[in-house]
């Protein structure tokens, strides 16, 4: 019998990956097979004898649904990928070179090309909310000068990977994916699977032909339409089922970045433990629950549509087998005869039933639900922008919530500052080494990730503002708290653009002659001529006067005594 495929133990954590992609997703009848297949879920609830307790029935999703029920489902899991995601990266992370490397302008293009926000922002964005579904993501190169002419940088998700692991540390990987099979075609009913393992120095591609369970036999690359262009490199009479691309580097070309870790989970499994934690494990039952809260209230709002029941002398008799019909819009009524209906005997004829819907309960049990969510992913209401948890919340309360949001978030920037600046490293070496550019890196490259605004800029403004009025705060402290991403130099460079402005402002405020006695081609004021723009002083003072004065000298020119001062009546003028 061939190889399994996955390979224990990665079946058990694609199983629960499988899983949560059908929450991410949104698939309810992928999430009703696997909640009501027994056993298909290694959490599942089990009996002493190791049987499982039941049919699945302890998930809503699981039940049998024989009345065809309609069951709302709520996207709470994507809206927790996007919302971790954009914890991280709705102001993308700013990767240039180190301070030795700046200079060199042709190597900042390059970085650029490969790493610029026009290119690499949106990869991250997809990125992470892959990396919240499913653990953590790896970071491949590739490249093609048939496409592009540099390196290609890209993720995989932990769904479609066999790592390998020693002292944590990730040795080699190999990425995998199935490719349907054209009716009719030479392996239209076998299941195909393309392998792409990635190894220090090498990357090796084979094919092989099995079944859903199975890896089965591995055939020739050329003989899949999707693979075949990876065989153009061979050589005629080589074997054509493993073709190997040197990457040319000393070490593996691939980076794994964890969501975040311990991974609880799978801790006790040897080759899984170095795999990062979904932001879903352990709430799928939370999840299942917020839907059939969800679907109970629109039971609730179905069973309370306002119904009226009528008497039969109020239908209208549509013909012989017909049957009969109300008029909702009739505004006119015959009445009976005494005797002849109830409606003569002092009922109504027509009694309205309006059922009390009571969403004010369900939007409590939902919003419980949705906190132990956030909770256990780590973020607050207002990463989530939920309006309906910050409700009647104090200031305090939202600054703690805030912090909770906050700490994940650089609990999570720790992995991926790591993880990008060694994949920045790879990628600029591949790329000078398979297009020849000779542009290396002399020292690692800088990944600095934004600040995440807790406050608004008003908010912000007025903090600032009030701490430079009581004096306990410097302008170049003001500009790192406005931009807490900005290096020194960068502050010192804004200091210098406030000093400018401060001086254009003074210029503006007393005129533009305020620097004339330094220009001697100054105009003088508008309709003035030069000996009538005023001064502010009835006559200039000659040259050198002030100093003469402070000798007790007449300055040249002037052969008066200068004025003795009364000091007691100068005293009230200082």
């Not at 060199?104 to 790493?115: D, I």
């Not at 040319?248 to 990062?276: F, M, Q, S």
């Not at 709430?283 to 209230?297: N, Q, R």
């Not at 403004?461 to 790192?480: C, E, F, H, N």
């Amino acid at each position: 019998m061939s190889e399994q495929w996955p390979p224990h133990p990665f079946n058990i954590a694609l199983k629960d990956m499988d899983t949560w992609a059908a929450w991410y997703s949104g698939d309810t009848d992928r999430l009703a097979d696997i909640y009501g297949t027994p056993g298909y879920r290694r959490r599942a609830r089990y009996a002493p004898d190791g049987n499982l307790a039941g049919n699945g029935d302890t998930y809503f999703w699981g039940r049998p649904n024989p009345q065809n029920a309609k069951r709302r489902h709520v996207p709470i899991a994507a809206d927790l990928a996007r919302a971790s995601s954009d914890l991280l990266f709705s102001k993308p992370p700013v990767i240039t070179l180190g301070d030795q490397d700046k200079q060199n302008e042709p190597l900042m293009e390059r970085l650029n090309a490969m790493f610029g926000p026009d290119t690499f922002s949106a990869v991250l964005s997809e990125a992470g909310e892959h990396a919240s579904v499913f653990g953590g993501v790896y970071f491949r190169p590739w490249w093609d000068s048939d496409i592009a002419d540099h390196i290609v940088p890209h993720y995989v998700t932990a769904a479609a990977a066999i790592p390998e692991f020693r002292h944590n540390v990730l040795t080699a990987v190999t990425f995998w994916q199935e490719l349907p099979q054209e009716p009719g075609s030479d392996y239209a009913n076998r299941t195909v699977r393309h392998l792409e393992r990635h190894e220090p120095g090498r990357i090796i591609h084979t094919v092989w032909a099995g079944d859903s369970s199975h890896l089965g036999e591995k055939i020739g690359i050329a003989d899949i339409p999707e693979t075949e262009w990876l065989a153009e490199s061979l050589e005629d009479g080589v074997d054509n089922t493993e073709v190997v691309q040197e990457t040319g580097l000393d070490r593996l070309d691939v980076v794994y970045i964890a969501n975040v870790r311990p991974n609880r989970g799978w801790a006790n499994e040897p080759k899984l433990a170095n795999l990062g934690r979904s932001d879903f494990e352990g709430i799928e039952s939370e999840f299942d629950a917020l839907d059939e809260t969800a679907s109970g209230m629109i039971t609730d709002v179905r069973n309370g549509k306002g119904r009226i029941f009528v008497e039969e002398q109020y239908l209208r008799d549509d013909g012989p087998g017909s049957g009969a019909s109300f008029d909702e819009d009739q505004g006119v009524y015959v009445k009976l005869a005494t005797g002849l209906g109830s409606a003569t005997s002092g009922g109504s004829g027509i009694d309205a039933v309006q059922l009390q819907i009571r969403w004010q309960e369900y939007a409590q049990v939902y919003a419980e639900i949705l906190a132990v969510i956030l909770q256990n992913a780590g973020l607050s209401a207002q990463n989530f922008n939920d309006g309906r948890l910050t409700t009647g919340v104090t200031a305090t309360e939202v600054d703690a919530r805030n912090a909770v949001g906050e700490s994940t978030r650089k609990k999570k920037i720790n992995y991926w500052r790591a993880g990008l600046t060694e994949f920045v490293k790879i990628v600029m070496e591949l790329d000078a080494i398979h297009f020849e550019t000779g542009l290396r890196l002399t020292q690692p490259p800088v990944v600095r990730f934004p600040s995440q605004a807790t406050q608004s800029d008003s908010e912000l403004a007025q903090t600032i503002a009030t701490k430079r009025s009581a004096g306990i705060i410097s302008v170049a402290q003001a500009v790192q708290q406005v931009n807490p991403d900005w290096t020194s130099e960068e502050v010192d460079e804004e200091l210098d653009r406030i000093a400018e402005d401060k001086v254009a402002e003074t210029k503006l405020a007393f005129g533009k002659g305020l620097d004339e006695g330094d220009n001697p081609d100054a105009e003088p004021t508008e309709g003035m001529e030069p000996s009538e723009v005023y001064t502010g002083l009835d006559e200039l003072p000659a040259e050198g006067a002030w100093e003469a004065q402070q000798e007790g000298e007449t300055p040249a020119g002037d052969d008066s005594e200068p004025e003795p001062v009364d000091v007691e009546d100068a005293g009230d003028d200082g």
